[in-house]
């Protein structure tokens, strides 16, 4: 699309000349020696014919020597060469090959070259230096295309002038013949600005409804503010109007209500926009900053012109966190480095940003700034603290990690699960069919305990599962009663001591009390001491499994408390320090080789929870043996 942006000629051809990067250079034939008459197409004066040989690319230095010759023996007074120059002059790295154009001239005393005197173009840096005057003489243009909303500008005949890249996005303007087709239409015949719009004094209008352009396959909800410009004598040169595309948050405030504030903000914000830079600023949540070379400071802008916070180039360095940047560069050798647009996001202290006491996430946004003839004064540019972006970019990156290794385990569990239920059932069915065919009550009675306990095996998967459902549901029912928990444990040690079947392994109880009364859920805390014990019965081939209890006082948000701790101590394998930091999350096993759902910890650890307990695990590592234990307030 055309640009549209007014810009005196004269003016931006001074500037082209002003920056077209000539350099001018001396070949001083009597002391054989190259410097810098304007310009720094050298890399120091004072340098040797023969130095600058190595610095031309092999193809083209005999071309390069020919040329030299010709006016250094007076067969030319006057020749021209392209060459290729390489500009890595370290020596180091690949080689930065520039394609330069040099037209020379030979200075004569008594008959004899004395000077050549070269004009050299670095053509590699055409196209940029033609972006540069572009970005110079129009310097509004960067941050009117880069809007976060869409912006239009119209005549005040109602004519479209100019649109950034937004508003062209949401009118389809792209696709084929887009703008020919909003060319065509003009402003003062789009309903409803036809009735609200007087060609001679239109006023300020806000709208937010449903546009459709059938012919551009254009259905949208758009926010809509029109402005209209007058100059110093009152009268109408443009009409703005601002777009934002507001489907999607339309939407969301349909399905969520919660969405009402951001919703009414970005209202608020909309209706308070100018056409100007100013409004277009205000409403993006933007500030304003210049650098200044001439007073070597870095100023922040409330405004367009009132300064809030003034800052050396020296104190800007020190506020970026990243000190590599390629903003901190620019700021070290602004003459040089500022002469073309930047962009940087990272974090900085906030010395700057004073919203906080923590690093803040910032975009900042920097063009050039010359003067009529052309001098580098500095750079202007908008900063904006994108902090609440990063931090839901941060929380969506976390939330997808977390539903991958859940849907991960959900299907190893699926898996295991298949293997786990099909064990015990194999074996029920398989000693129920035996149990017919034995005679013998020693031997019946033998079948009878194993079908019992394949039974209490199918019984525990299927409670566990239950038990996981109802978490997933994000409900864990506690239920304490009265109880004498020093009977209750004896009982539930008894019922235990049929699944220590190792010959090896000593089964020892730890009850210091004859009776305890106390008011808990004795079925929560008997399924967690049965799954300890569980749990060391697969992993113990030799020594002893000691389960047991005692009150115990601690410390809770500063309080003292009372509570039970209860313990379950093996000799068994070990837990290694990585698994002792996930063995109580839901489907992780320890040994995918032992049978098990891997849910039994993480309802230990959710029963604990609830109770605003505490649970774990010690473990000196593979081989030593571990320790589970659960400590619930009273």
């Not at 367009?304 to 970026?320: D, G, P, W, Y």
């Not at 313990?567 to 068994?572: H, I, L, M, Q, R």
Request: with cysteine; proline share 3%; charged share 25%.
């Amino acid at each position: 699309m055309k640009m549209n942006i007014m810009f005196d000629e004269q003016q931006a051809m001074t500037m082209a000349l002003n920056i077209s990067g000539n350099h001018v250079m001396c070949l001083d034939l009597k002391e054989n020696r190259v410097y810098d008459l304007h310009g720094k197409a050298m890399f120091g004066n004072n340098v040797g014919i023969e130095v600058c040989y190595n610095y031309v690319h092999p193809d083209d230095c005999e071309k390069f020597r020919s040329f030299i010759r010709r006016l250094s023996d007076g067969t030319d007074m006057e020749a021209e060469c392209h060459y290729r120059w390489n500009y890595n002059y370290t020596g180091q790295g690949e080689p930065d090959w520039h394609d330069f154009y040099l037209r020379a001239i030979a200075e004569y005393e008594d008959g004899k070259p004395v000077n050549i005197i070269a004009t050299i173009n670095d053509e590699t840096e055409v196209k940029q230096k033609e972006r540069e005057v572009e970005q110079v003489s129009e310097r509004y243009r960067s941050i009117f295309e880069n809007s976060i909303i869409g912006m239009s500008f119209y005549t005040p005949d109602g004519w479209l002038i100019d649109a950034n890249r937004i508003m062209r996005k949401i009118c389809n303007f792209d696709s084929d013949t887009g703008d020919a087709f909003f060319s065509k239409v003009n402003l003062f015949d789009i309903t409803p600005f036809n009735e609200v719009l007087d060609h001679v004094h239109p006023e300020d209008y806000w709208a937010c409804s449903l546009s459709v352009i059938p012919e551009r396959n254009m259905r949208v909800y758009l926010e809509i503010s029109v402005h209209p410009i007058y100059d110093e004598h009152d009268k109408l040169m443009y009409i703005s109007v601002t777009a934002n595309d507001v489907t999607e948050e339309r939407n969301l405030y349909l399905n969520v209500m919660e969405n009402d504030a951001r919703v009414k903000e970005m209202s608020q914000s909309i209706r308070n926009y100018e056409a100007e830079l100013r409004y277009m600023l205000q409403a993006s949540k933007m500030q304003t900053w210049r650098i200044s070379l001439e007073r070597n400071v870095l100023e922040f802008y409330t405004g367009l012109n009132t300064v809030a916070r003034s800052f050396s180039l020296e104190q800007m360095l020190k506020i970026f966190v990243d000190q590599e940047n390629d903003f901190v560069k620019a700021l070290k050798n602004p003459e040089e480095a500022l002469g073309k647009p930047l962009v940087y996001i990272g974090q900085m202290h906030p010395m700057v940003t004073q919203s906080s006491t923590e690093n803040q996430w910032v975009q900042l946004n920097c063009i050039p700034e010359f003067d009529a003839h052309g001098k580098l004064l500095g750079a202007f540019g908008v900063w904006r603290n994108i902090n609440d972006l990063m931090r839901k970019q941060d929380q969506l990156r976390k939330e997808t990690k977390r539903a991958r290794e859940s849907g991960e385990m959900k299907t190893l569990f699926l898996a295991n699960m298949t293997h786990e239920i099909r064990t015990p059932i194999n074996a029920i069915v398989g000693f129920s069919e035996v149990l017919s065919s034995l005679t013998g009550a020693e031997e019946k009675k033998e079948v009878i305990q194993i079908i019992k306990n394949n039974c209490d095996m199918l019984l525990r998967l299927i409670n566990d599962i239950l038990t996981a459902s109802s978490l997933e549901s994000g409900h864990m029912d506690i239920r304490p009663v009265e109880v004498d928990f020093a009977k209750s444990f004896n009982e539930l040690f008894e019922s235990l001591r049929p699944r220590v079947q190792e010959p090896g392994v000593e089964f020892v109880k730890d009850n210091p009390y004859t009776t305890l009364p106390i008011k808990v859920d004795i079925d929560r805390i008997s399924q967690v001491i049965t799954n300890f014990v569980t749990n060391a019965v697969k992993y113990t081939h030799q020594g002893h499994i000691k389960v047991g209890y005692r009150t115990e006082t601690r410390t809770v948000d500063g309080k003292q408390r009372e509570g039970l701790y209860a313990y379950c101590e093996d000799t068994g394998t070990g837990i290694s320090e990585e698994a002792q930091s996930k063995i109580f999350e839901r489907f992780y096993k320890v040994d995918d080789f032992v049978q098990g759902t891997g849910l039994g910890l993480s309802i230990c650890k959710a029963f604990t929870d609830a109770c605003h307990g505490d649970i774990g695990v010690i473990s000196e590592g593979k081989g030593k043996g571990s320790v589970f234990w659960m400590w619930i307030p009273l």
